[in-house]
């Protein structure tokens, strides 16, 4: 009845986030009701700074695939729940759809062509990036690629988390490699099937860079402005 909802609203909204967490998965389950309190949820939510728990709660609703939730997206967040700004007019919407499919394979592939976009004509032709291009990338776009990795995968991936990662591995590339599972012993792992293309890789693990060519291109996405400026 309207009472128990609302005290079930009462209770999502004002749980801490462990409780929040505990309770989608519940408010899901319930159907209707539990999906009413979820967009109503989102729809008050301040998303200028989105948090885990609103990237939870649309990924959620998301897959329920229901009139009711389909509406409510169509409605409130087309293009999903982070922004997809773009200083050089990339359309980010293919790489939002892949992630909040949890496609973490395409959506990776995606990301490497999107890379090679913004270094531009000649990195396109190549068909790989240079590491002098990276500082040039658009501080908007960087921030935009990597929003969608990290809400979509419950924080989990996106350069940040690598990034992360490599500060508290002092900088070093083989202590990185291996924390995300890139390489396990002296053997690289191998592409693509080597690799884990689901929630249960290791924190970091996606997107991909290819080490072919060395470390630097990753030095530079780890040294690029965006991550301070943008309080990653
Ligand atoms: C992480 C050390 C994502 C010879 C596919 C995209 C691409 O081609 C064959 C292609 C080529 O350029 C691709 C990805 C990765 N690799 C490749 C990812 C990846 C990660 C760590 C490493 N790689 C490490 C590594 C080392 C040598 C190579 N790689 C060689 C290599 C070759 C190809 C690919 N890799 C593809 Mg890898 O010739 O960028």
């Known amino acids: 009845d309207n009472f128990s909802k609302s005290k079930l609203a009462?209770?999502?909204?004002?749980?801490?986030?462990?409780?929040?967490?505990?309770?989608?998965?519940?408010?899901?389950?319930m159907g209707n009701t539990g999906w009413e309190i979820l967009i109503d949820f989102l729809k008050l939510s301040n998303i200028d700074n989105i948090d885990l728990v609103q990237g939870e709660v649309f990924r959620e609703l998301y897959q329920v695939k229901m009139p009711e939730t389909e509406l409510f997206i169509q409605e409130y967040?087309?293009?999903?729940?982070?922004?997809?700004?773009?200083?050089v007019n990339i359309n980010y919407k293919s790489l939002s759809k892949l992630l909040l499919e949890q496609n973490f394979q395409e959506a990776d592939?995606?990301?490497r062509k999107i890379l090679l976009e913004l270094a531009g004509e000649s990195a396109l032709q190549r068909k790989w990036v240079y590491f002098t291009e990276?500082?040039?990338?658009?501080?908007?776009?960087?921030?935009?690629?990597n929003t969608l990795w990290w809400l979509y995968s419950?924080?989990?991936?996106?350069?940040?988390?690598?990034?992360?990662?490599?500060?508290?591995?002092?900088?070093?590339?083989?202590?990185?490699?291996?924390?995300?599972g890139w390489k396990k012993g002296n053997h690289w792992t191998r592409y693509?099937?080597?690799?884990?293309?689901?929630?249960?890789?290791?924190?970091?693990?996606?997107?991909l860079l290819n080490q072919l060519r060395g470390a630097r291109v990753a030095d530079s996405i780890f040294s690029h402005s965006v991550w301070s400026?943008?309080?990653?």
């Open 10 to 29: 009462h209770q999502f909204t004002n749980g801490s986030s462990k409780e929040q967490f505990e309770l989608i998965p519940q408010l899901i389950n």
């Open 77 to 87: 967040f087309p293009n999903g729940l982070a922004p997809l700004d773009s200083q």
């Open 109 to 111: 592939t995606l990301t």
């Open 134 to 145: 990276v500082a040039n990338f658009p501080v908007m776009d960087l921030n935009t690629i």
């Open 154 to 180: 419950g924080g989990k991936f996106g350069f940040s988390v690598q990034r992360k990662l490599w500060l508290s591995a002092g900088k070093d590339f083989n202590t990185l490699w291996r924390k995300i």
């Open 192 to 207: 693509p099937k080597e690799f884990t293309w689901n929630l249960s890789a290791p924190n970091g693990h996606l997107p």
């Open 229 to 232: 400026e943008k309080n990653w």
